[in-house]
Nanobody, 124 residues
């Protein structure tokens, strides 16, 4: 059974940095796409960043480009989201997501597995 377990988020101040991790287990992820989504109160869940598990290719939401970095450690089956220059509008529940193995080069519309979510709050 596939499990995605996010690290604890936290309460930080605007301008601070925070790194989230997502440990994947119970499956083979070598051809998966891993991603971070976030959902703020009263808003839809939006893609923040995605990465092909091999690390060959990333994509970011415009709102986080230049501030957030997604990376993967295949040996540890872990995906990270380094968040710098945090803003109050980054406040949300952050979710890790993964697809089943894919063999196409396009980015997925849907993800098959989800973590439980972790709260990130940025105070002004």
């Amino acid at each position: 059974q596939v499990q995605l377990v996010e690290s604890e988020g936290g309460l930080v101040q605007a301008g601070d940095s925070l790194k989230l991790s997502c440990a994947a287990s119970g499956g083979s992820f070598s051809n998966s796409v891993m991603a971070w989504f976030r959902q703020a109160p009263g808003k839809e869940r939006d893609l923040v960043a995605a990465i092909r598990w091999s690390g060959a290719g990333t994509r970011y939401a415009d709102s986080v480009k230049g501030r957030f970095t997604i990376s993967s450690d295949i040996a540890k089956n872990t995906v990270y989201l380094q968040m710098n220059s945090l803003k109050p509008e980054d406040t949300a529940v952050y979710y890790c997501a993964a697809t089943r193995p894919r063999y196409t080069n396009d980015w997925p519309e849907y993800y098959d597995y989800w973590g439980q979510g972790t709260q990130v709050t940025v105070s002004s």
